[in-house]
DNA sequence: CAGTGAGCGAGCTTCCGCTTGACTT
């Protein structure tokens, strides 16, 4: 069958849907995004010939330009739909060049809601490429390469092979850097925070309030000054105060906010959040996933006024349109929504069905009548004293589109606290304490970034777009300029004050501090980088940069500016700082002299060696080393630029000779997997609660005989070259290096030989894993190897002959 | 799987934004 009309849109998805409106004429096709590139070899650009891009197919795109390229042949009249923004027109212009299409026969159409109406509407009022958007996305592309290009080479150079700067990476890691930097140099604070407990000051009334003080005291004196002034003080109400409030709810999902609540609400990575929700959008669930639009369809907002008018009355219902305020919103798609708002839920995995409600229920909040409140503030008046305690109370009045949705936000504060009622009180009551209390708190710094708060600032900065948020995040990380990491926190011990029945009671307590989870840390190399970047490239890496460039570009779609011209005057004075830093400025140095060792009177440094960051007791001179210096690695979560040296000087008291078991010496380390006691060729890890600085042999023995005990209860049966095991998850088949599943319900008493080697027939033979031993003679031997080995076997030649 | 910390070198690495699979564990 032959059709009269191609019609090519990017996503498959979406070319499904569409067809479904169109007639039998019309065939619809993917592109799968951009279909070509600049060209991977060199910089792709031709900055002798006014800067000429090399464009050329992707590499995964040959099979689809061919069958587009036949397919647009046949037809009468070819269709280009991609999305209406800078990158959609290049989509199209990149498909008339490359298929050769004729001008006569294309049209260009777009349409900004999936729906028959729209898309037929569409069809009747197609235009031509509008060139000057396409510039605008050449001069993007093209920026965007040389700045990568030109940069990454001198890191390589300077830092470290493989690294990579780009405008927005590198932009991002900044803001990761200069947050430690501040966090760094953040010196905690202590005051008094005060509450007290009320009770009526008569029989006939029974009730208590809890209240806080509005004040907080810097020092002790004045926390104790103020308590013991309590001791004898009258305490009346001397306001009631009461407040009407609303709230609104928050607007539809774009992909920023949907990873941003998704993080807060289930702890989804941005990069899980995105996944599941490509498959919510391929399964025809939710609407286009990467979009920073908040605008709905007027489908979309007539049939979520239909459902919330059904499930839960005409009241409910508040229309409201919302308008995108992102920075470079380019407004291509609709907010993420459900296709069918009358579905609160769907089939699927769990996380699909709880991401889906999230969808669902943020939908429809945004269609929902706002909720009012009450808001009471009463006022505690101390006889004697300024300072006054206070409590609020909040009372629902209207639950609106509270009924359905409730944002979660950033603060890791304790208590949002949800409805909080306050007893009925009057005015001028006298009233009792039963208990005031001051308790020591810490100012905090500021919250490290997790993925989706950073996504949240890069947003704000206009930096990065819906479908590179997840993919610039994985890129920092894989470069090594940033980890994403739990830490446990420190103990810390903080005061108690309390006055109950005229007695004052000082009570010292304890509280762990600064445990973080899931949050993004830079490493040394991230800092370091960072730091070179700053100083030779600080244009670049500007958080202004590429709100400025969006100008330029706007401009250039407006025909305004010629893209040609935009990058002459960007990349001149670029090429120029490139050329300075690969000259004049010297290799970065990151080292660090933190003092000297008390016992020896040697140098204690940290700086970046070839494995990572080390530090260093004592100075290698290029003399006879007859004193070599002693080198140890970092812990995980130190820095250069923060360690002590009292931290530094720990690193050399490992490892730790502590003693010796059955002729044995054991000796304590941190490894890669953490701390550790070796003994003989075995090591056994350390518990959670072991420090490898203190662990004594009775300890280590212990942990040893542990380790005995389970690695025999760990084989069940032992035919020789195949032994069932049991593993973390129940017993199972291990047979040259492979693991093969047992079934459920097998007799594991009763399991032969034969048996075993039926079930690994039956599970297919996996090729033998060669041990370690096998492996370490096949690399010595040396094959005809590829570069990583060769380089191995370099480093391995030298330790034999040492 | 848990040490190392360096003198010669071939050739490689990299950007941002559009899009999906094809791969393991």
């Known amino acids: 069958m032959r059709q009269d009309n191609l019609v090519i849109v990017e996503s498959p998805a979406k070319a499904k849907t569409i067809e479904k409106f169109l007639g039998d004429n019309f065939l619809v096709k993917s592109s799968y995004g951009h279909i070509r590139d600049l060209a991977k070899k060199d910089l792709g650009v031709d900055i002798e010939h006014n800067y000429k891009p090399e464009y050329i197919i992707s590499e995964d795109k040959h099979a689809v330009v061919r069958e587009l390229k036949k397919l647009s042949r046949e037809a009468q009249t070819v269709w280009l739909a991609s999305d209406e923004d800078r990158e959609g ?11 050769n299409l004729d001008k006569n026969k294309t049209n260009r159409i777009v349409f900004h809601e999936i729906t028959k109406n729209a898309i037929q509407n569409a069809i009747k009022n197609p235009r031509s490429i509008d060139i000057n958007l396409v510039d605008a996305q050449q001069a993007r592309r093209i920026l965007d390469r040389l700045v990568g290009f030109e940069v990454s080479p001198i890191l390589w150079k300077k830092v470290k092979p493989a690294l990579s700067a780009g405008r927005v990476q590198s932009v991002a890691v900044r803001l990761i850097v200069e947050r430690e930097r501040d966090i760094i140099g953040f010196k905690p604070e202590s005051y008094y925070k005060v509450s007290a407990i009320f009770n009526p000051d008569s029989a006939d009334d029974k009730f208590t309030l809890k209240s806080e003080l509005n004040v907080r005291f810097k020092t002790l004196q004045e926390t104790e000054a103020f308590l013991n002034h309590c001791k004898s003080a009258q305490y009346s109400i001397s306001g009631i105060e009461k407040k009407p409030a609303k709230k609104s ?8 906010t949907l990873q941003q609540e998704a993080s807060r609400k289930f702890g989804f990575s941005v990069g899980q959040t995105m996944t599941i929700a490509q498959r919510l959008y391929e399964a025809g669930k939710i609407t286009y996933m990467r979009t920073d639009s908040t605008n709905l369809s007027s489908f979309a907002v007539d049939a979520a006024k239909n459902t919330i008018t059904s499930l839960y009355g005409a009241k409910y219902s508040k229309v409201r349109q919302y308008k995108t305020k992102s920075k470079g919103a380019q407004e291509a798609h609709e907010a993420i929504r459900p296709t069918e708002p009358g579905n609160p839920t769907i089939s699927g995995t769990a996380q699909e069905k709880k991401l889906y409600e999230l969808i669902w229920k943020r939908t429809v909040a945004s269609q929902m009548s706002d909720a009012s409140l009450e808001r009471t503030v009463v006022t505690v008046s101390v006889s004697g004293s300024d300072h006054k305690f206070q409590a609020v109370g909040e009372v629902l009045l209207f639950d609106g589109f509270l009924k359905v949705y409730i944002e979660s936000n950033d603060d890791e504060t304790e208590d ?10 009057k005015e001028n009551q006298k009233l009792v304490y039963t208990e005031i209390e001051a308790t020591e708190r810490f100012t905090q710094h500021l919250p490290r970034y997790t993925e989706a708060s950073l996504v949240k600032k890069m947003e704000e900065l206009g930096i990065g777009r819906p479908s590179t948020y997840a993919p610039t995040i994985s890129t920092i990380i894989r470069r090594g300029y940033v980890t994403k990491e739990d830490r446990t926190g420190e103990q810390r011990e903080y005061l108690k004050i309390s006055l109950q029945k005229g007695v004052i009671k000082k009570e010292r307590k304890q509280e762990t501090a600064g445990s973080e989870k899931s949050k993004l840390f830079p490493s040394d190399i991230g800092m370091l980088v960072n730091d070179f970047l700053m100083e030779n490239f600080s244009n670049v890496i500007d958080y202004n940069f590429t709100a400025d460039v969006e100008g330029q570009f706007d401009e250039i779609a407006s025909g305004e500016l010629e893209w040609t ?3 002459d005057t960007f990349y001149k004075p670029f090429h120029n700082d490139v050329e300075k830093s690969k000259e004049s400025s ?3 140095t990151s080292g660090r002299v933190l ?7 040697k140098q204690v440094s940290v700086r970046i060696a070839r494995f990572g960051p080390i530090a260093q007791l004592g100075v290698s001179d290029n003399d006879e080393a007859a004193d070599k210096p002693v080198y140890t690695s970092l812990k995980k979560g130190q820095l250069i630029e923060s360690i002590s040296l009292e931290e530094a000087l720990k690193l ?3 490892p730790r000779n502590i003693g010796t078991y059955e002729g044995e010496t054991l000796i304590v380390a941190v490894g890669r997997f953490g701390p550790y006691v070796r003994f003989g060729k075995q090591f056994v890890s350390l518990g959670k609660s072991d420090d490898p600085y203190t662990v004594t042999v009775e300890r280590a023995i212990e942990l040893i005989e542990e380790k005995r005990l389970k690695d025999k209860e760990k084989t069940i049966k032992d035919f020789g070259n195949i032994k069932v095991l049991n593993g973390r998850f129940g017993p199972y088949i291990f047979f040259e290096g492979n693991n093969y599943k047992l079934p459920k319900d097998a007799d594991r008493d009763s399991l032969t030989k034969e048996k075993c080697e039926e079930l690994i027939q039956q599970q297919g033979v996996k090729p033998p894993k060669a041990d370690k031993s096998a492996k370490a003679a096949k690399s010595a031997a040396g094959k005809p190897a590829k570069a990583a080995t060769t380089a191995k076997k370099a480093v391995s030649v030298k330790k034999t002959k040492k």
């Open 89 to 99: 027109e290049a989509i199209a212009w990149h498909l008339q060049e490359t298929l």
């Open 249 to 256: 709810p928050s607007p539809p999902f774009t992909t920023s």
């Open 416 to 425: 949002s606290g949800s409805e909080n009622l306050l007893p009925p009180l």
């Open 565 to 567: 011209k935009m990058i």
């Open 586 to 588: 010297r290799p970065p």
């Open 595 to 601: 003092g000297t060792d008390p016992k020896t009177g």
């Open 652 to 654: 050399f008291d490992l």
